[in-house]
């Protein structure tokens, strides 16, 4: 076993962990946080897209001893204060998931390129989330719910 110290949604995180174990499997089953999804094991899929140190990485390629010190953001840190993240907002207004297996990856990776660049082209999109399978929507929609979340940047209250 091996300790490991990092920061996950802004809380510090201290566990023992066996060297191999994946950050998608400690972040699901350690910490609890099943909204990162694990899909292929391959790196080909991208459901379990997280960001380490705020980019976006396949958490199934990464070892969780290789985030020790570091800070990691699961899908759960999008909505904050009983907020929604406009891209949360522009998934559901444009309906951006189907079986939504691939949606929290696609949120955080749809954060991570508005906030580099607020305003981006369809084309920009696409190449943004390349890396991640949608075997549900054909990514018009997702393409669009992001387009809607470039539009509206501020964060909607979540209804009770």
Not at 59 to 76: I, K
């Amino acid at each position: 076993m091996v300790q490991v110290h990092m920061t996950v949604n802004g809380e510090p995180v201290t566990a023992d962990v066996e060297p191999r174990l994946l950050l998608v499997h400690f972040v699901r089953q350690t910490l609890g946080l099943t909204g990162t999804h694990w899909g292929c094991d391959t790196s080909n899929c991208g459901t379990c897209v997280l960001w380490l140190d705020g980019v976006p990485v396949k958490s199934c390629t990464v070892l969780t001893v290789m985030a020790d010190g570091h800070a990691v953001r699961t899908v759960e840190d999008l909505e904050r204060g009983g907020r929604l993240d406009p891209v949360q907002q522009g998934f559901m207004e444009e309906h951006g998931l189907q079986c939504g297996f691939c949606t929290p990856g696609m949120m955080l990776t749809a954060r991570w390129l508005l906030d580099r660049n607020p305003d981006p082209t369809e084309a920009e999109i696409r190449e943004a989330i390349s890396g991640q399978i949608c075997r549900c929507t054909g990514y018009e929609n997702i393409v669009r719910a992001i387009r809607w979340a470039a539009a509206h940047p501020h964060a909607v209250e979540v209804p009770s």
